[in-house]
């Protein structure tokens, strides 16, 4: 497993942002087809219309899945797709955190413990505060 610093972190966000942007695009799509797929069940309307929104799911969520794919491919974890988390391994005094990025954050700001998840982020000056180290060598 890759341990990410800060610094490196934040230097690969930019392009797991672009990545994040057609996700969203391509989720708000899939929202907008799964509630006519919704709606044609209900009404039991027309069956060929139904397995063309049927298809065009599958085929959305497969697009999806490649991106989130790629963005793993760098190391960091996809943790949520609404609001879009990733999560990147990273150590601090010998134990396993992750440094967290939310969609719609600029930079990452914030951190937990593996064992905590999302509900524990924690802002990241708290790390330097701790020990008096620089924030952006977060691993030995």
């Known amino acids: 497993m ?43 309307n027309d069956e060929l219309e139904i397995m063309y929104l049927k298809t065009e799911i599958t085929m959305m969520n497969d697009e999806i899945n490649e991106l989130i794919d790629i963005i793993e491919s760098f190391g960091a974890y996809v ?4 609001p879009f988390l990733v999560d990147f391994p990273s150590e601090y005094n010998g134990e396993q955190i992750y440094l967290c990025w939310q969609e719609g954050e600029e930079q990452i700001e914030y951190w937990h413990k593996a064992s905590e998840g999302f509900a524990g982020r924690k802002h990241i000056s708290l790390l330097s505060e701790q020990t008096g180290k620089d924030k952006n060598r977060l691993t030995p």
């Open 79 to 82: 943790k949520g797709l609404d």
């Open 2 to 44: 890759k341990y990410f610093s800060l610094h490196e972190a934040n230097s690969i966000l930019p392009q797991i942002k672009l990545l994040v942007d057609e996700i969203k695009d391509k989720r708000d799509k899939l929202y907008n087809v799964i509630e006519s797929y919704e709606e044609e069940i209900e009404n039991q």
